[in-house]
Nanobody
């Protein structure tokens, strides 16, 4: 059974930092692109960041570039999202996903976690 499980969400003040983790199990994800998406209330799911299979290639949405860092653990089945200088507009449910395409659209990802809530207070 394939599972992606996020952790690390919670409440943080604006300007603070938070690190999210995504643990993948049930198969080997070492060849998969791992992405982070977020969805705020009343809004569509949006792409945040992605990392390639080796961890050496990353790509970010303009809204988080320079503040967020996506990385991959040595086992390649764990992905992290380090979020710095958080803003109230970063408040959303953050979800990790795995796919075989170097993509920013949700439909190109095959496996999804349940998501973790991140709330940034002003």
């Amino acid at each position: 059974q394939v599972q992606l499980v996020e952790s690390g969400g919670g409440l943080v003040q604006a300007g603070g930092s938070m690190r999210l983790s995504c643990a993948a199990s049930g198969r080997t994800f070492s060849s998969y692109v791992m992405g982070w998406f977020r969805q705020a209330p009343g809004k569509e799911r949006e792409f945040v960041a992605r990392v390639n299979w080796s961890g050496g290639g990353t790509y970010y949405a303009d809204s988080v570039k320079g503040r967020f860092t996506v990385s991959r653990g040595n086992d390649k089945n764990t992905v992290y999202l380090q979020m710095n200088s958080l803003k109230p507009e970063d408040t959303a449910v953050y979800t990790c996903a795995a796919g075989m395409s170097w993509a920013t659209v949700p439909r190109r990802y095959d496996y999804w976690g349940q998501g973790t809530q991140v709330t940034v207070s002003s």
